[in-house]
Nanobody, 116 residues
Framework: QVQLVESGGGLVEPGGSLSLSCGPI????????MAWYRQAPGKQRELVAQ??????DYADSVKGRFTISRDDAKNALLLQMNRLKPDDTAVYYC???????????WGQGTQVTVSS
């Protein structure tokens, strides 16, 4: 049973930075794509950033501020978040799609709160 765990969330002031981590990604075989989603209170879950086949993609609202990456040495999917805004407040989830199992794997989520 694969269990992904996110960490790194917390409370930060506007303009600050946080780094999220999700793993262990090595527990999943045949990774096709990896992504970060977020869900704010009263809103639908939305795609924040995605990485796969050597390319990355970002929601317009986070382009230039967030960076998604994979760190095999740390066995983790990362999300570096800079110049945070109150609108970035949400629960952040990692998501991994495996082509070999045909399954999507989700973490339990980590809370990010941007407030002064």
């Amino acid at each position: 049973q694969v269990q992904l765990v996110e960490s790194g969330g917390g409370l930060v002031e506007p303009g600050g930075s946080l780094s999220l981590s999700c793993g262990p990604i090595g527990s999943i075989r045949g990774i096709h794509t990896m992504a970060w989603y977020r869900q704010a209170p009263g809103k639908q879950r939305e795609l924040v950033a995605q990485i796969g086949s050597g390319s990355t993609d970002y929601a317009d609202s986070v382009k230039g501020r967030f960076t998604i990456s994979r760190d095999d040495a740390k066995n983790a999917l990362l999300l570096q978040m800079n110049r945070l805004k109150p609108d970035d407040t949400a629960v952040y989830y990692c998501n991994i799609f495996s082509w070999s199992s045909g399954r999507y794997y989700w973490g339990q989520g980590t809370q990010v709160t941007v407030s002064s």
